[in-house]
């Protein structure tokens, strides 16, 4: 089983936060907790609790195995769920990126 990387969860958490244009403030907001919380974790000078990963996971679209450090196989559900969240341009690329790749193979 591979260990969980405190430092790739800090590194994702982050980036999820940002790409998102979220304060630690109003992440907190949305998940339930401080923005120290939210800052402690991503400088790797907390561990995550459980019940705030599961909340990071679902508000973000993405697994706890993702956040955790796992780079697994994306399933049709979190495909869905990630382009459901994009903006109408956005959705258009991604359109022509997956034909893009499915024409490359």
């Known amino acids: 089983m591979k260990q969980l990387s405190l430092e790739i969860f800090a590194e994702r958490l ?3 936060r940002e790409e998102h244009n979220l304060t630690t403030r109003a992440l907190g907001e949305i998940i339930g907790t401080s923005n120290a919380t939210i800052s402690r974790y991503e400088t790797g000078k907390r561990d995550p609790d459980l019940i705030l990963v599961h909340n990071i996971s679902q508000y973000f679209g993405v697994t ?3 956040l955790c450090g796992e780079d697994i196989k994306p ?5 869905l769920m990630l382009y459901s969240k994009l903006s109408d341009d956005a959705k258009i690329d991604a359109i022509k990126y997956i034909t893009y790749l499915s024409e490359k193979e």
Not at 75 to 79: G, R
């Open 75 to 79: 399933n049709e559900e979190t495909l």
């Open 14 to 16: 982050k980036k999820l």
């Open 64 to 66: 706890i195995e993702y």
